[in-house]
């Protein structure tokens, strides 16, 4: 059976440590790295099944520019991307979340919000809509969320649940 490699970039070693240790424990292989530079390198060389990714690293939104350049690349298009995030995820029970974010968007007690998470609990879309620096809305649909700080009891069921999806397509 194939050992399943997990890719966690993070700019916070305990974080991934405490990551790799809870991983390793599942029989799970990990691969490290400590910004999108290295975590870019490190996803080509070594063909992860799965990416977590810390939002904010060098930038505030390095963890979603690295998202953003994996689903676009054929290599990775179909890797599930994990954000790992303190922000507050909105959830819904619209299949759609670009165009509830969208929505949320046109109000205009939220149209300069940064970042807004939101994730369907039903179908379990989810998505990122974020503020670039040149103003720009950029959408960016990822797997799922997990909060920090970690909880083993909920990372693991959601790899579980995104391997097997991942699985199941190929």
Do not use: C
């Amino acid at each position: 059976m194939k050992t399943n490699r997990i890719l966690i970039v993070d700019d916070d070693v305990d974080v991934i440590n405490v990551i790799t240790t809870i991983l390793e424990n599942e029989g799970y292989e990990v691969i490290a790295a400590y910004d999108k530079k290295e975590g870019l390198e490190k996803a080509r060389s070594m063909k992860p099944d799965l990416a977590i990714l810390d939002v904010m690293m060098t930038t505030h939104f390095e963890g979603f520019e690295l998202a953003r350049e994996l689903s676009q690349d054929n290599d990775f298009k179909e890797m599930p991307v994990l954000m790992q995030t303190s922000i507050d995820v909105l959830t819904t029970t619209r299949e759609s979340v670009r165009e509830m974010a969208r929505e949320i968007r046109q109000d205009h007690k939220y149209k300069e919000l940064q970042v807004i998470l939101l994730k369907d609990i039903i179908s379990g879309n989810a998505g990122i809509d974020y503020l670039a620096d040149n103003g720009e809305t950029i959408w960016l649909p990822v797997d799922g969320f997990l909060k920090k700080p970690v909880d083993s009891g909920k990372l693991l069921p959601e790899i579980k649940r995104l391997l097997v999806k991942t699985t199941e397509t190929v």
